[in-house]
């Protein structure tokens, strides 16, 4: 995790806000960034997309690549940036994948509510 450009304080923040994103449909899409430098000043972000399907919670390794996206990356708000889920690569491999829950995204948000602020 690279602290350059965000503090611990900034992923924890984001990481908050990301985890509430999948409360809002039991379709949703979000992100939780694992590392991220000035995005004016590099070419990508790691992260971890996580795709709810009612209360199951996928979720992949993946990267941003900044210069194949259209608009200025919002590192707010990252979910807007991640690709709909796929199981199988271009190269027809499988993605790598793990899955948690709602209830387990819930009970984490309890205890990290301090986090936020």
């Avoid at 611990?8 to 908050?16: G, I, K, P």
């Avoid at 194949?68 to 940036?81: R, S, V």
């Avoid at 690709?83 to 027809?92: A, K, V």
Wanted: charged fraction near 20%; hydrophobic fraction near 40%.
């Amino acid at each position: 995790m690279d602290l350059t450009y965000w503090g611990v304080e900034r992923y924890q923040a984001s990481w908050v806000r990301a985890l509430k994103v999948l409360e809002g449909a039991d379709d949703a899409v979000s992100c939780l960034i694992s590392s991220i430098t000035d995005p004016a000043n590099s070419n990508f972000v790691f992260c971890w997309p996580l795709y709810r399907s009612g209360s199951v919670v996928h979720i992949q390794n993946s990267i941003i690549f900044l210069e194949g996206i259209a608009e200025d990356f919002t590192p707010d708000e990252p979910w807007n940036f991640v690709e709909p889920r796929s199981m199988i690569n271009e190269d027809g491999n499988e993605i790598s994948e793990w899955q948690t829950n709602m209830d387990e995204v819930r009970e984490f948000l309890r205890s990290v509510q301090s986090w936020a602020g």
